[in-house]
DNA sequence: TAGCAGAATTGGAACGATCCAAATCGGACG
DNA sequence: CGTCCGATTTGGATCGTTCCAATTCTGCTA
C-alpha cells in the first residue's frame, strides 16, 4: 500500500534519478542513459516507455553528474563589463542570438566594470564547467590576473584588448570610425571640434582619440587640448561636458563623443545651455545604439552593430570549441556612420571670416 | 626525472583534482575538502601547505562533483523576458546588486519573449542545480506548461504574475501608479487623454489601463476606446501611435503610455508630426528609466524603480532559501509620479471654449 | 611511563551520470 | 534443432567531491 503508483506526475522524496526512471520504465540505468544520448540503439518502443517514465517523474537531468564522465557541458558564459550601457545589451542579445539552436546554452553574467566580481564570476562559470567565454573586460582588468582563471578555456574578448592575454579579439575598427566621423564634421565646416568622454585608461577611447587625431592632421587643423575631455562613460559625464566646451575662450562647434550615451548626455547639456544641436552645434555619438534613432535631434553615430558584434564573437567561441583549436584570432569589424540631424553644419559666420 | 615539480604554476593533463592538490601538498583529500569548506579543523600551516598547491596547480573547484553529493550550486537564475527593454536590464542590475556579498551568483539568461527559449533557459539552469530562480515571465507563458519544469523550486516571479503558478511575486502598483498618472493629466487640463501601448494579452497592460479608466471615471471623463491603442512594446510602437492620436475626429492632448519606451517612440513620432511636446500635448511614460530623464524633453514618468523590484526580488528568493519555507509571498511596490517637462499644460484653446 | 583528551588527519562509501565490454534476445539459416 | 548474427540491453567501474567513522598525533597529567 505504500507505492500507489498510477496517478499524474509524482515527485517523490527530492530530486528522481537515471535509476528511478529506469526502474520505473522496467529497464536497466544503461538504457535510460542511451535514450538520454539519443542513441539509435535503443528500440523505438523502449525509448517511448522510457520517455514516459520522465516525465512521470518529472526527471531533471543531472548535468554535473555527466561532467564528472567528461559530458560537455553546454554552457558558454558572457561576461559583460556594463549592462547599463545599451550597447554592451545588444552585444550580449547578438551573442544570445548566435546560439540560438547551437549546442549551447549561453549565462550571462554583469560584472559592472568590477575586476573583483569579474574574477569571482570567471571562477563560479568555470567551476559550473562552462565550455567557453566571451569576455567584454571590465576597466582596470589587467591580464597577469585573468590568467592562471583562463588556463586551458577558450575566450573571445569583446570591443576590449587586455595585452598580453592570449586570446581572440572580435572589436569594430575604431580608429578608421572615429577617423570618418571627425572627417564628416570637417567637411560640414567645423573647425572647432571637440572629442568628449572616456577615460584615458581605456585602450578603446585611445584608438577613437587616435582616430579623431588623424582626421585633424589631415585637414591641418591643429589639435587642442583644451577640446580633449575625459568625462565618465555615461548620461551625466556628457551633460557635465556641455558647459565645459562653450566657456572656452574659442568655444567648440563640433564635438564627437566616445559613445552614444555620453553624446546624449552632450545634447541634453547644450540644449538646456541654449544651444540648438544640429543647428549651432553638431554632436555625433559611437556605437549606434537603438536609441540613437529615438532622440531629439536624431543622433549621427558610427555604426558598431553590436548585435553583429557579439554574433560573430560567439560564432568565432564556437568554431573554436568544434575544431579544439583555440589558436587567438583577431577579427576587426568595419564601421560606418549613419548620419542623423545632430551632426548638421554650423551657421555660417554672420561677421563673414570664415 | 619526469616530475622536475619545482617551477611556476604547472597545468598537467586536464583538469587538476582534490587529489592532485592533496598529493601535492602532502595531505589527503579529505584534508583538502576541509580546507575547501573553511572547516575550522585544518591546523593553519597545513591550510597554506594545501592553498598554495591549489594556486600552483590552477586548481578549479568542481561544483558539478560537489552538488552530486547534496551540496548546494550557490547560483541563482535570473529568467527575464526581454533585454532589450531598459527597464529590464535595471531590474537585472537590482537582482545582481542584492547578490553582491551573499552566497550566491546569479547567472542572466534573456528569453526575448519567446516562451520555448524560456523552457530551455529554465531547464537548463535546474539541470545545473540552480538553487533558484527570480523569473520575468515570457509573453504567452501558461503556468501549466512551466509547473512540472518548477516542480520544488522556488521561484519569485517579478513584474508578471502567471494566475495558477504557486510562486512568490514582486510587481509594482500598476493600477495605482496609472491612476496617478492620468489625474495629473486631467489636473492639467486634459480631457482627450489616450492610452498607448502594450498587447490586450499582457495582465500588466490590463492593471495600468484600469488605473487610467477609474481616474477617468472619478473625473467624469467617458471612456472613448478609440483612444486606447495597442502597439508593440517598442519605440516604434509609439511611433506609429501618432499619426492615429492626431487624426481622430477629436485629437487626442494627451497620452498615458504603457511604458517609458513606447512614450519616447510617440514623443518622437509627435515631434516629427509638427506637435511641440510638453506644450501642444503631455506624453507621460511608465517605469522611469534612466532614460527618461534625459530625452527633450524630459519625460515625465510612474517611476517604478526597477532597481528597487530587482533587489526585493531577490532578497525574497534568499529568505525563501534561507528559511526552506517555499509559501508564496506577494510583494507589491508602491509608485510615484516623476513629473517632468513632457507633461506641461495643454495651450488654452484660442476660440475660448472651455 | 602509561594513559588520555583533544586536535588533526585520513580512508572509504556514497552521489548520478557515462561508457565499455559482455550478455541476452529473436529470427534466419543450414 | 543448434548456430550465428544483428539488434538491444545490461552490469560494473569510474569521474571529483563530501562526510562519517576511525585513526594518528601531540602534549600533558597522574
Redesign the interface.
Given at each position: 500500500m505504500t507505492d500507489g503508483a498510477q496517478g499524474e506526475?509524482e515527485?517523490r522524496e527530492g530530486?528522481a534519478t537515471i535509476v528511478d526512471v529506469a526502474r520505473r520504465a522496467g529497464v536497466s540505468k544503461s538504457t535510460v542513459s542511451l535514450v538520454l544520448g539519443g542513441s539509435s540503439l535503443v528500440a523505438d518502443s523502449t525509448r517511448e516507455r522510457v520517455a514516459d517514465a520522465m516525465?512521470k517523474l518529472?526527471y531533471?537531468?543531472?548535468?554535473?553528474?555527466?561532467?564528472?564522465r567528461g559530458a560537455k557541458?553546454?554552457?558558454i558564459g558572457m561576461v559583460i563589463n556594463d549592462?547599463?550601457n545599451?550597447f554592451y545589451?545588444?552585444l550580449?542579445?547578438g551573442i544570445?542570438q548566435a546560439c540560438?539552436g547551437g549546442a549551447y546554452?549561453?549565462?550571462?553574467?554583469?560584472t559592472?566594470e568590477n575586476p573583483v566580481?569579474q574574477q569571482?564570476?570567471i571562477?563560479?562559470m568555470?567551476?559550473?564547467?562552462a565550455a567557453g567565454l566571451v569576455l567584454a573586460p571590465a576597466i582596470g582588468t589587467s591580464a597577469s590576473e585573468l590568467k592562471?582563471l583562463l588556463?586551458?578555456l577558450p575566450v573571445v574578448q569583446v570591443m576590449r584588448r587586455l595585452p598580453g592575454l592570449k586570446a581572440s579579439l572580435v572589436a569594430p575598427q575604431n580608429k578608421e570610425g572615429a577617423r570618418k566621423a571627425t572627417v564628416h564634421l570637417i567637411a560640414n565646416g567645423h573647425k572647432r571640434i571637440a572629442f568628449v568622454g572616456g577615460m584615458s585608461s581605456l585602450l578603446v577611447r585611445d584608438e577613437r582619440l587616435a582616430g579623431y587625431r588623424i582626421a585633424l592632421e589631415e585637414a591641418g587643423i591643429p589639435l587642442d587640448l583644451s577640446l580633449v575631455i575625459e568625462t565618465t562613460t555615461n548620461?551625466s559625464g556628457g551633460?557635465g561636458a556641455a558647459p565645459q566646451l562653450l566657456n572656452l575662450p574659442e568655444p567648440a562647434t563640433a564635438a564627437l563623443c566616445f559613445n552614444d550615451v555620453v553624446a546624449?548626455?552632450l545634447?541634453?547639456g547644450l540644449?538646456e545651455a541654449g544651444v540648438s544641436v544640429g543647428a549651432d552645434f553638431a554632436v555625433i555619438g559611437f556605437d549606434d545604439i537603438?536609441?540613437a534613432?529615438?532622440?531629439?535631434p536624431a543622433l549621427t553615430s558610427v555604426v558598431v552593430n553590436g548585435r553583429d558584434l557579439g554574433s560573430r564573437a560567439a560564432q568565432l567561441l564556437m568554431r573554436h570549441l568544434a575544431s579544439g583549436d583555440f589558436e587567438p584570432e583577431a577579427v576587426l569589424c568595419p564601421t560606418t556612420l549613419a548620419i542623423r540631424k545632430s551632426s548638421g553644419a554650423p551657421k555660417p559666420n554672420p561677421l563673414g571670416g570664415n
Open positions: 506526475v515527485v530530486r516525465t518529472g531533471i537531468y543531472h548535468r554535473g553528474a555527466a561532467t564528472l557541458s553546454g554552457v549592462l547599463s545599451p545589451v545588444e550580449a542579445i544570445e540560438q546554452i549561453p549565462f550571462l553574467a554583469n559592472a566580481r569571482q564570476v571562477r563560479s568555470r567551476e559550473h564547467g592562471p588556463a586551458g548620461y551633460g546624449i548626455g545634447v541634453r540644449t537603438e536609441e534613432k529615438h532622440t531629439l
